[in-house]
Structures are given as C-alpha cells and as structure tokens.
T-cell receptor, first 111, second 115 residues
C-alpha cells in the first residue's frame, strides 16, 4: 500500500522565521511529488517535483526532492501570517495519475 | 492553471437523502478525479472519471454509494447516495492539465454536512 508521511503534524512559528516541512514516501511506480497549500477548502498547487536534486523556487518558497532517500522538503523563508495554512504533500503513481496524500502539516505563523 | 467550478459550494443534507455535486472545467481534460476530505483528515481518492466509460473506483468506494457521470470532457458529477453523518466531508473535483508538466489542480470543493 502506498504511504506518504509528513512531519511535523503542526508547527507554530513567529513571523520572519524560516520553516522546513518534511515529506517521506513509500510507493510503487513513482511519477512525481506535489506540494499544495490548503487554507480553506481547495488545495492550491505549489510545486511538482520529478527529478532529484533540482530545487524548485517561487518567491519565499522552495522545494527539493531526493528520490534515493524517498523524501522531499518544503522551505518557507521570512514567514508571514498569510503563510498560515495546511501544507499537503502528495505523490503521483502509476499511469492513472492517482495522488496519495500525506496527513498534512498545519503551520501557524504568529506576529 | 485550470478554472474548476463546483456546485454546490456548501450544503446541509438530511440523513438518507442523496446529493449530486457538479464539476465544470474551463477547457477539455482527459482525466477528472473525485476526492473526499473528512474533517481533520487528508484527501482520499474516491474515483477517476473517464469520458465515455465507467468510473474507476478506489478500494473502499463503490458505484452504488458514489455514482459518477462524465458526459463530456469538461463536466462531471458525483452523487453521494443515502447519506449518513459519516459522509460529512469536503468533496473535491480535480483535473490533470498537460500544460506545465501534467499538474493536478483542484476545484473549490463542496462542503457537505449530513444531519
């Protein structure tokens, strides 16, 4: 059975801090790993990673994948209160594009 | 990205009734997916909706409980049948877009509460 594990489950930081969110996986027929931000209902796409060692960056957010060790990290620098959300990691497997999600990391950024 | 509209956005339903959720995409897509997110949980795939064929259901989900239609390449419906309080969840439609590397995008979600 495919498995995606995120850590920590929740995190409280002060505005301006840097955070690292972790995602490890055990799946068959890996295709890609995706990160989403969920504030209310719809997960918002952040990154898709398919190759090891290549950092994807968007503003203060960045992510990298290690296919040998089967994990990915999502970094957020200079956090803002607007970064408060649940961050979801999902792994796509097989030809049917099925996503298996982790439980998410709930990030709260305080003033 | 993709513009994915879902209706209803939110509803309160009586136990034993059925509700159909609609998903409309702004352009043609081959694959559409339906996910469920129960309170405090992560997302779980219910089924893959293919145009012109029956939906493919994941383990633990059956067609009698969650019938799906996919009449064309921009539209799909998910029905939650004979609802119980355990069906209270957010139901999310998602699509795969080939632009930008086969990324999967989600609709706004339909928040159902069964009383």
């Amino acid at each position: 059975e495919d498995k995606v594990v995120q850590s920590p489950l929740s995190l409280v930081v002060h505005e301006g801090d840097t955070v690292t969110l972790n995602c490890s996986y055990e799946v068959t027929n890996f295709r890609s790993l995706l990160w989403y931000k969920q504030e209310k209902k719809a997960p918002t796409f952040l990154f898709m990673l398919t190759s090891s060692g290549i950092e994807k960056k968007s503003g203060r957010l960045s992510s990298i994948l290690d296919k040998k060790e089967l994990f990915s990290i999502l970094n957020i620098t200079a956090t803002q209160t607007g970064d408060s959300a649940v961050y979801l990691c999902a792994v796509r497997t097989g030809t049917a594009s099925k996503l298996t999600f982790g439980t998410g990391t709930r990030l709260q950024v305080t003033l | 990205s993709a513009v994915i509209s879902q209706k209803p956005s939110r509803d309160i339903c009586q136990r034993g009734t059925s509700l159909t959720i609609q998903c409309q995409v702004d352009s043609q897509v081959t694959m559409m997916f339906w996910y469920r997110q129960q309170p405090g949980q992560s997302l779980t795939l219910i089924a893959t909706a293919n145009q012109g064929s029956e939906a493919t259901y994941e383990s633990g989900f059956v067609i009698d409980k969650f019938p799906i239609s996919r009449p064309n390449l921009t539209f799909s419906t998910l029905t939650v049948s004979n609802m119980s309080p355990e069906d209270s969840s957010i139901y999310l439609c998602s699509v795969e877009r080939s632009l930008g590397g086969n990324t999967i995008y989600f609709g706004e979600g339909s928040w159902l509460t069964v009383v």
